[in-house]
């Protein structure tokens, strides 16, 4: 089972941030929070991916509370090719621990 | 080249036919999966290879078989399907299965209807 709880849609305005939320409350100290996306009928796309802090990339930002309870990912300016379905996903770096996909959030960027 | 390719895009097959999907990477990735995706739901992980070893298999029916030939190849043999069976086929691939860089690549899918 998925251990992520997500909204499951959200609406954005073309030009504005888009803060998409995570809860993971069961996280264990060893298991990084990564972040995929899926456009339609696209394989899903890696965007981030963070342990405890704060990360940044070409493509968005992920904060992770201080508890590692929660995460949001933030896409700066969203456009109309960021509507998509987002993965949250908890994984240990070991060896035996898969990617378990929960249902996502469904993000609709409006002009 | 950070691609992974899948062939073939669609695939029509009776619940009689043998048929393979194929999936290509050249990122020297030494892990690669197979997922099943159903209409609206999420990927599910299917087969890990590791080294070109087969290292999980998710309980999936012997009517697929993988095969990993070489360290960039990554087959799906499926031989008497049954319509359930219909869904998007993601091939994925990372440096490596367990440890840091093992963020996956997925391919753009093959589109399975069985009838």
């Known amino acids: 089972d998925a251990k992520t709880t997500q909204p499951p849609s959200m609406d954005c305005a073309e030009g504005r941030a888009a803060n998409l939320p995570c809860n993971h409350s069961?996280?264990?100290?060893?298991?990084?929070v990564y972040w995929y996306r899926q456009i339609h009928s696209q394989g899903p796309q890696y965007i981030i991916h963070?342990?405890?802090n704060n990360e940044t990339n070409e493509m968005a930002s992920l904060i992770i509370t201080e508890d590692r309870k929660s995460s949001t990912l933030i896409l700066p300016h969203a456009t109309l090719r960021d509507t998509a379905v987002y993965y949250c996903?908890?994984?240990?770096?070991?060896?035996?621990?898969?990617?378990?996909f929960g249902p996502g959030t469904r993000l609709s960027v409006l002009p | 080249d950070t691609e992974v390719t899948q062939t073939p895009k669609h695939l029509v097959m009776g619940m009689t036919n043998k048929k393979s999907l194929k999936c290509e990477q050249h990122?020297?990735?030494?892990?690669m999966y197979w997922y099943k995706q159903k209409a609206k739901k999420p990927p599910e992980l299917m087969f890990v290879?590791?080294?070109?070893?087969?290292?999980i298999n998710e309980s999936v029916p012997s009517r697929f078989s993988p095969e990993c030939p070489n360290s960039s190849l990554l087959n799906l043999h499926l031989h008497a399907l049954q319509p359930e069976d219909s869904a998007l086929y993601l091939c994925?691939?990372?440096?490596?299965?367990?440890?840091?860089?093992?963020?996956?690549?997925f391919g753009p899918g093959t589109r399975l209807t069985v009838l």
């Open positions: 990122m020297g990735h030494r892990a």
């Open positions: 996903i908890v994984r240990v770096e070991s060896y035996g621990q898969n990617f378990v």
């Open positions: 290879y590791s080294y070109e070893k087969l290292s």
């Open positions: 994925a691939s990372s440096q490596r299965y367990s440890g840091a860089y093992n963020e996956q690549f």
């Open positions: 069961t996280i264990s100290g060893n298991e990084y």
């Open positions: 963070g342990l405890k």
